[in-house]
Nanobody, 129 residues
């Protein structure tokens, strides 16, 4: 059974920074592409960022709205993926979900949520203006 547990969400002001963490268990983390998605009230879930396995180069993809504000990283020894969010905007308010793919050996991490096999419960991020 794969488990993904997010943490680090909270209430911040516009312009602040926040780092989300996602700890994975139940599979070989280092071989999985990891992604972050978010869903705001009334909106569909959308892609935020993803990172391929390091043995495939660790390539990253970001949504256009990130605009260089966010970074994604992974620590295979800790089975953890991080999303560092800087210069946050009220539009970043959403529930943020961590997701993992199976062992597909990605060079280019997918951006579609249907490509991900496992999901966390989400962590709420609220940005006040």
């Amino acid at each position: 059974q794969v488990q993904l547990v997010e943490s680090g969400g909270g209430l911040v002001q516009a312009g602040d920074s926040l780092r989300l963490s996602c700890v994975a268990s139940g599979r070989t983390f280092s071989r999985s592409t990891m992604g972050w998605f978010r869903q705001a009230p009334g909106n569909e879930r959308e892609f935020v960022a993803a990172i391929a396995p390091m043995y495939r180069g660790g390539s990253v993809n970001f949504a256009d709205f990130v605009k260089g504000r966010f970074t994604i990283s992974r620590d295979n020894a800790k089975a953890t993926v991080y999303l560092q969010m800087n210069s946050m905007e009220p539009e970043d308010t959403a529930v943020y979900y961590c997701a993992a793919r199976g062992y597909y050996g990605d060079y280019n991490p997918p951006v579609a949520d249907v490509e991900y096999d496992y999901w966390g419960q989400g962590t709420q991020v609220t940005v006040s203006s």
